[in-house]
């Protein structure tokens, strides 16, 4: 019965196909539930046990990071293998609670407690929200927001700093490079580094990197990250800090992370190189059947590029909202020109002075400018929704018309 039956926002009925067209859409978070139709049809070697007796100690059997699995760090090495994003041979790994815990590890090991002054934690805007408010909210004495790296002058300040260079970036898609002149240290967050996203163009080898199950497999809710780290000193504050925060890591999400990539990795396993660039598009019409069922990035791929052409077509004649345009490069990984298809779409409103509020009195849920360093006349919205919510966010933002009152 519909009372038994919990539906997703915006659907309803007893079996939850029938579209509320009067519902608001909330797009505010990147939750990438986009991924579940990849991991319907790949249920079978996804499953994960994990028995009573098991995993019950707060240590694992590692050498190296003593509550990280030793299968997961296999398996995270041999995924950026496959994928070529990031050199991992004779590099550290450390796993968090998501990379969320980890950015705050790195503040931790990167800042002395030697220091007079906090260390200024910067990044160019528009910059991703989480960092100001995860950075300050304890008013640590180690370290503070200092706001967009483009105005931030090292040579004026008397304590050290630290740029975080999110590429791509969250939230406008770009590939970022870090901008302060000095010697202070840099933080690659590269959440958004899969081909899914964005072209790989290189494999990274960037002193310290972070990485999310978040965005490349869509386990957000496992709460795993990683970083990449040269410095073993690094590594061990690192560990350090994870060790105070929470004495280490959801062993349970570790086994589930480490099922989950060893997946992926397989989907790839048996593949010819000439194969991984044969990348069949997904469409509206096609059925995912079709699709290399098992490859997690052709099938990202196919989603994110289709669904940009979509945004793109919708917004082409719009009078209301634009969106930037990227250059297409080479990507090591489909070995073939490949468009930027970012989480995000980063709008800008180009009559109204408050993007976040039109959007909102059109049901949809965005984030303003102002939480990412910049004007109100930009929101993000994001792309990694399910399916017929992304279709309706289109269809609404293609209709927005701030003259007239909406329906
Ligand atoms: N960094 C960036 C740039 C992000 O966009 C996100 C997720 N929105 C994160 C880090 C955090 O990811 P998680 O904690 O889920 O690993």
């Known amino acids: 019965s519909a009372a038994t039956c919990k539906c997703y926002e915006c659907f309803g009925g007893v079996d939850c196909s029938q579209v509320i067209n009067t519902c608001v859409i909330d797009l505010d978070h990147g939750d990438p539930t986009m991924f579940e139709d990849f991991w319907f049809r790949n249920g079978g070697n996804s499953i994960t046990v994990i028995l009573g007796y098991q995993r019950m100690s707060y240590f694992a059997q590692s050498k190296h990071v003593w509550f990280m699995e030793s299968e997961l760090?296999?398996?995270?090495?041999?995924?950026?293998?496959?994928v070529g994003n990031a050199v991992t041979e004779g590099r550290h790994i450390v796993v968090g609670t998501g990379s969320t815990q980890l950015f705050q590890a790195v503040l931790y090991a990167l800042s002395s407690p030697d220091q007079p002054k906090p260390t200024n934690i910067v990044s160019a805007a528009p910059f991703y929200s989480s960092y100001p408010s995860v950075t300050d909210y304890l008013r640590s004495a180690l370290f503070k927001w200092a706001g967009d790296a483009a105005k931030f002058d090292p040579a004026a300040e008397s304590a050290p700093y630290i740029e975080m260079v999110t590429s791509?970036?969250?939230?406008?898609?770009?590939?970022?490079?870090?901008?302060v002149n000095g010697t202070g240290h840099v933080v690659h967050d590269l959440a958004y580094y899969w081909p899914h996203f964005?072209?790989?163009?290189?494999a990274a080898?960037?002193?310290?990197?972070?990485?999310?199950?978040?965005?490349?497999t869509g386990h957000?809710?496992?709460?795993?990250?990683?970083?990449?780290l040269k410095d073993e000193k690094v590594a061990k504050k690192m560990i350090k800090f994870l060790e105070l925060q929470t004495i280490g890591v959801s062993h349970d999400s570790q086994v589930r992370a480490t099922q989950i990539l060893k997946a992926v990795v397989q989907g790839y396993a048996s593949t010819a190189s000439h194969e991984l660039a044969d990348h069949r598009s997904y469409n509206r019409q096609s059925s995912?059947?079709?699709?290399?069922t098992n490859k997690l990035f052709h099938f990202g791929s196919s989603v994110m590029q289709?669904?940009?052409?979509?945004l793109r077509s919708a917004l082409n004649t719009s009078s209301e909202l634009s969106i930037l345009d990227f250059e297409p490069s080479y990507c090591t990984f489909f070995e073939k020109e490949v468009d930027h298809a970012p989480a995000f779409a980063w709008i800008r409103c180009k009559k109204v002075l408050d993007c976040q509020?039109?959007?909102?009195?059109?049901?949809?849920?965005?984030?303003?400018?102002?939480?990412?360093?910049?004007?109100?006349?930009?929101?993000?919205?994001?792309?990694?929704?399910?399916?017929?919510?992304?279709?309706?966010?289109?269809?609404r933002l293609a209709r927005i018309d701030s003259s007239r009152t909406p329906d």
């Open 73 to 82: 760090d296999q398996q995270i090495r041999a995924l950026h293998q496959v």
């Open 168 to 179: 791509p970036n969250n939230p406008d898609g770009k590939i970022q490079h870090a901008i």
């Open 198 to 202: 964005t072209p790989i163009t290189e």
């Open 205 to 216: 080898d960037h002193d310290v990197m972070l990485f999310t199950l978040s965005k490349s």
């Open 220 to 228: 957000a809710g496992t709460r795993i990250g990683w970083a990449i």
């Open 288 to 292: 995912l059947q079709q699709l290399d």
């Open 306 to 310: 289709y669904r940009w052409k979509r």
């Open 357 to 395: 509020d039109l959007l909102k009195k059109n049901r949809i849920i965005t984030r303003s400018g102002r939480h990412f360093g910049v004007g109100r006349e930009y929101v993000r919205l994001s792309m990694l929704e399910r399916n017929q919510k992304f279709e309706m966010m289109v269809d």
